[in-house]
T-cell receptor, first 112, second 111 residues
Framework: SAVISQKPSRDICQRGTSLTIQCQVD?????MFWYRQQPGQSLTLIAT?????????ESGFVIDKFPISRPNLTFSTLTVSNMSPEDSSIYLC?????????FGPGTRLTVL | DQQVKQNSPSLSVQEGRISILNCDYT??????FLWYKKYPAEGPTFLIS?????DKNEDGRFTVFLNKSAKHLSLHIVPSQPGDSAVYFC??????????FGKGTKLSVIP
């Protein structure tokens, strides 16, 4: 398994502001993934982050709204920009390891 | 259109009995499937997986069954324990790292 930490664990933000979520993994991984789980919805993949290249975004998600950094093989950030109440969700980072995909504890974001 | 469906949002089972969680999918390109358990305020925890070349995979109290012709998989938990109470997500992948998740089924195991 992988040890994955996220900061912050939760936050309450004002509409129009931005929040950067950090994800730290205990060992080097090629790909890191960012997911969102909105209330009552499936876990939805936002983007895949490879070190040294631009993130690959899923349909419905764009870089201007969710910029991602991947400065090294153990760390990534996801920024939720110009937030609205619809962005209230749990955001999770994830890595792939033999046998499955492992998730961080999540960041619970509430936008007022 | 949801490609992975968990049609039961919740399930209650007596302790010691079998829990059966179901999942249906529509994309015939999916070639591996996973189950995750999620407690409130925590990230999902990987439980068990199965590739499309198998129809059964067992790990302790957890068994996953895959019926490719019906595009259906199920997770069996025997015997169920109160600590198994959580939300269970079914996920499917198609030759890549990207997974598609169902909406989850909340399992309550009653002591």
């Amino acid at each position: 398994s992988a040890v994955i930490s996220q900061k912050p664990s939760r936050d309450i933000c004002q509409r129009g502001t931005s929040l950067t979520i950090q994800c730290q993994v205990d060992s080097q991984v090629t790909m890191m993934f960012w997911y969102r789980q909105q209330p009552g919805q499936s876990l939805t993949l936002i983007a895949t982050a490879n070190q040294g290249s631009e993130a690959t975004y899923e349909s419905g998600f764009v870089i201007d709204k969710f910029p991602i950094s991947r400065p090294n093989l153990t760390f990534s950030t996801l920024t939720v920009s110009n937030m609205s109440p619809e962005d209230s969700s749990i955001y999770l980072c994830s890595v792939d390891r033999a046998g499955g995909q492992f998730f961080g504890p999540g960041t619970r974001l509430t936008v007022l | 259109d949801q490609q992975v469906k968990q049609n039961s949002p919740s399930l209650s089972v007596q302790e010691g009995r079998i829990s059966i969680l179901n999942c249906d999918y529509t994309n015939s390109m999916f070639d591996y499937f996973l189950w995750y358990k999620k407690y409130p305020a925590e990230g999902p925890t990987f439980l068990i997986s199965i590739s499309s070349i198998k129809d059964k995979n067992e790990d302790g109290r957890f068994t996953v069954f895959l019926n490719k012709s019906a595009k259906h998989l199920s997770l069996h938990i025997v015997p169920s324990q109160p600590g198994d109470s959580a939300v269970y997500f079914c996920a499917a992948g198609a030759g890549s790292y990207q997974l598609t998740f169902g909406k989850g089924t909340k399992l309550s195991v009653i002591p």
